[in-house]
Every structure is written in structure tokens, then in C-alpha cells.
């Protein structure tokens, strides 16, 4: 059942970095963290459970009466690893070519700029 639509990497880097970090978040909250439905997280929880890279405990607590420890799998751990990797990767690439586009960007006002005192004389 949910393998019909694979996960974004994103998605399971994200969740995988919230878990890690909180174990014992709920799944409402973990959705208001991603910023997707309770449906879609129930689904990617699903999918992380089917795939290995997530175990579930359940114990008791006094606030509520059943609740959750989703925990990182070994296969979680290094896929977290993985994910970690490219992930920083993605946001290096993307700072580059942001850094980039600012230097274009910066010396194209540059030139308008002198164009357009060169037209008015100042200089």
C-alpha cells in the first residue's frame, strides 16, 4: 500500500531528523512540524515502518493513555546518514548558484546605475 507513491527524499530526511531528535512526538505534531495533514503523516510513518528504518514502542504515560516512541532503526540511523549527506549537498549547490545570481545581479545594477548617471552627467 505504500509503495504506490514513494516518498520524497526531503520528506523522509525531515522526518527521520524529528524523530531522531524527539522520539516520543506525536504524530499531530509531528504533521504541524512537516506542515502536511495527520493523513500524510500516518502514510509516511507507514512507509518508514514498512521500509525498516523506523521502529514503533508503545508505553504507558499519565497524560495519555497510550503513546508512541517511534525510534531510528539501525537501517534508519544510516539512511539518515545518507539523506544527511545529500541533503547538505542540495543546499551547497543551491547556495552557489544563489551566490552566483547575486554577483550577476549586483554588477547588472552596477552597469544601470552608471548608464543611467552617464545620461544624467554625473559621473
Known amino acids: 500500500m505504500t509503495d504506490k507513491v514513494p516518498l520524497n527524499e526531503n520528506t523522509r530526511f525531515t522526518v527521520l531528523r524529528l524523530l531522531q531528535s524527539n522520539p516520543q512526538m ?9 506542515g502536511v495533514s495527520l493523513g500524510k503523516t500516518n502514510y509516511c510513518l507507514k512507509a518508514l515502518l514498512d521500509k525498516g528504518l523506523l521502529k514503533v514502542h508503545n508505553f504507558h504515560s499519565s497524560q495519555r493513555k497510550l503513546a508512541y516512541a517511534y525510534l531510528l532503526a539501525p537501517s534508519g540511523i544510516a539512511e539518515k546518514a545518507a539523506l544527511t549527506g ?11 548558484a544563489l551566490r552566483a545570481e547575486i554577483e550577476s545581479l549586483q554588477s547588472e545594477a552596477e552597469i544601470s546605475l552608471a548608464a543611467v548617471q552617464a545620461k544624467r552627467g554625473n559621473p
Open 26 to 34: 506525536t504524530q499531530r505534531e509531528l504533521a504541524q512540524a512537516l
Open 86 to 96: 545529500r541533503f547538505l549537498q542540495r543546499k551547497m549547490d543551491e547556495f552557489g
